[in-house]
């Protein structure tokens, strides 16, 4: 008997799991729906790499392991670190600053400038990976060609500016949405 009612539980248990994955796949899609309605920003209005608005928020935002994955990221104030994120990416100051389109010397004299925490934040959202990486395995999958990425490391993509996709593939990874 004590099997049977084990066996209820489970499957009352499965059931819920599976009305809550249609709630989120209803609520995604509401939150594609909104997006692909938004007023679109003209190309000669966009400006520079200094006025990208942050990447799309996803459900891992809310997922606190996620979140202290890239604790370290951060700064007293909890603004991202351009130090701290060119220290873990393996890249240069001087390197990360022309991704970012700025100057060395401005990098270093504010790296954690308001103004730098929406391109930074593309790059917590990849650091995110370590949640199943550890950090030395992290550094060998960012220089590492993936197949899926159109056989380009995932540091290439960031490098080129493909910011967006390296974020939006890790979210991916980690929730195992197809990609």
Do not use: C
């Not at 954690?112 to 992290?138: G, I, K, T, Y």
């Not at 960012?142 to 995932?154: A, D, F, I, M, Y």
Request: glycine share 6%; net charge positive.
């Amino acid at each position: 008997m004590k099997n049977a009612t084990g066996e209820a539980g489970l499957a009352s248990l499965l059931v819920q799991l599976v009305e809550e994955k249609r709630r989120i796949q209803r609520l995604m899609q509401q939150v594609e729906e909104a997006l692909r309605n938004a007023p679109a920003i003209p190309s000669a209005a966009k400006g520079s790499a200094r006025d990208v608005a942050p990447p799309r928020p996803g459900p891992l935002d809310q997922v606190k392991a996620v979140m202290a994955a890239t604790a370290d990221l951060r700064v007293a104030n909890g603004n991202l670190s351009a130090e701290r994120v060119a220290k873990l990416f393996g890249v240069s100051l001087s390197r990360l600053a022309s991704w970012l389109g700025r100057s060395r010397q401005a990098l270093s004299k504010t790296p954690d400038a308001d103004s730098l925490q929406n391109e930074l934040a593309f790059f917590e959202h990849v650091a995110r990976m370590r949640v199943v990486v550890p950090d030395p395995e992290f550094r060998k999958w960012l220089r590492t060609p993936n197949e899926l990425l159109g056989n380009k490391s995932p540091l290439d993509l960031m490098a080129k500016g493909e910011r967006q996709i390296m974020a939006d593939y890790v979210d991916d990874a980690l929730t195992g949405a197809p990609t």
